[in-house]
């Protein structure tokens, strides 16, 4: 995969992270504030704590530091999955974001 093919699967990640975001926050009482800068996107939760999602172009990965640690997500296939335990990127994420609002939370890939 190129570069600029990397960079166009990433930014419609970020973009459907922030959609999916926009829907939880539409759709439900959790209260999370997205802010995207570049190609790092932060949600910051009630408690002050927040989930950062980022775009690393050596590495064509997309990492994701959460309270519950950092996380590496690489292409495979048609999805974006844990270089450790394998997890789908989309559900990685609601399991972070859920820890983190103290109730559930479920982000849909767009």
């Known amino acids: 995969m190129t570069e600029s093919e990397f960079l166009a699967l990433a930014e419609a990640v970020l973009a459907q992270v922030e959609a999916a975001v926009e829907a939880v926050v ?12 570049g190609n790092v996107l932060t949600l910051e939760f009630d408690d002050g704590s927040k989930i950062i999602v980022n775009v690393q172009t050596p590495m064509s990965e997309i990492w994701i530091a959460a309270r519950s640690g ?16 394998d997890s789908e ?13 103290g109730e559930t939370v479920t982000f849909q890939a767009g």
């Open 26 to 37: 539409d759709n439900s009482d959790v209260d999370i504030d997205c802010e995207r800068t």
């Open 70 to 85: 950092g996380f590496h997500f690489r292409l495979k296939g048609d999805k974006w999955r844990d270089t450790r335990d």
């Open 89 to 101: 990127l989309f559900e990685a994420l609601s399991r972070f974001a859920s820890q983190q609002a």
